[in-house]
């Protein structure tokens, strides 16, 4: 069963960069079948769709982040990143990493998988 | 972006009872929906992919259907378990949209 766990600095200050690793285990992130995202949730409402990466390369993110974020992945150490550039207090969430599956036949699959989260704070 | 609307925002209920709720799109997304549920302090879990496909382990008291613009989920028969808060989310197109959510609450 694959697993996924976020990892990285819980606290932050305005303007810095947030910086997490979803570490995959249980499977391969470089399989051809799954898209890897981060979602995010700020405490008591709803879930956002930050980006996800695939790992033939092809990267898509939300337009409302695009600025800000970069996606990326380690094949070799089988994790992927999220770099957040020039938090505010509006960034304050849960941070979700998440695979998306996808059958050659059914199509995409949803988000089949979650890491538990971890919870990131913008404050000075 | 495709907007998705979700009611009610808020639903109270008894074990044992029938629960639908429903799920707008702001445009077609065809059958590319998927029903998630959230506890407190955990991360979602998929319940149905593709409007109405059931996920492995899911239990069959959960059911998806609709397609285009208009979906709902389904509890035949409400379980402690099940006292939950549920999203919706479209994967017809980028961005991945969610819906607000649904608290489904104990009456």
């Known amino acids: 069963q694959v697993q996924l766990e976020e990892s990285g600095p819980g606290l932050l200050k305005p303007s810095q960069t947030l910086s997490l690793t979803c570490t995959v285990s249980g499977g391969s992130i470089s399989s051809g079948s799954h898209y890897w995202s981060w979602i995010r949730q700020p405490a008591g409402k709803g879930l956002e769709w930050i980006g996800r990466i695939y790992t033939s390369g092809s990267i898509s993110y939300n337009p409302s982040l695009k600025s800000r974020v970069t996606i990326s992945a380690d094949t070799s150490k089988n994790q992927f990143s999220l770099k957040l550039s020039s938090v505010t207090a509006a960034d304050t969430a849960v941070y979700y990493c998440?695979?998306?599956?996808?059958?050659?036949?059914?199509?995409?699959?949803?988000?089949?998988?979650w890491g538990q989260g971890t919870l990131v704070t913008v404050s000075s | 972006d495709i907007q998705m609307t979700q009611s009610p925002s808020t639903l109270s209920a008894s074990v044992g009872d029938r629960v639908t709720i429903t799920c707008r799109a702001s445009q077609s997304i065809s059958s590319w929906l998927a029903w998630y549920q959230q506890k407190p302090g955990k991360a979602p879990k998929l319940l149905i992919y593709?409007?109405?496909s059931l996920e492995s382990g899911v239990p069959s008291r959960f059911s998806g259907s609709g397609s285009g613009t208009e979906f709902t989920l389904t509890i035949s028969s409400l379980q402690p378990d099940d006292y939950a808060t549920y999203y919706c989310?479209?994967?017809?197109?980028?961005?991945?949209?969610f819906g607000q959510g649904t608290k489904l609450e104990i009456k």
């Open positions: 593709k409007a109405s």
């Open positions: 989310q479209q994967y017809n197109d980028y961005p991945r949209t």
């Open positions: 998440a695979r998306e599956g996808y059958d050659i036949l059914t199509g995409y699959l949803g988000f089949q998988q």
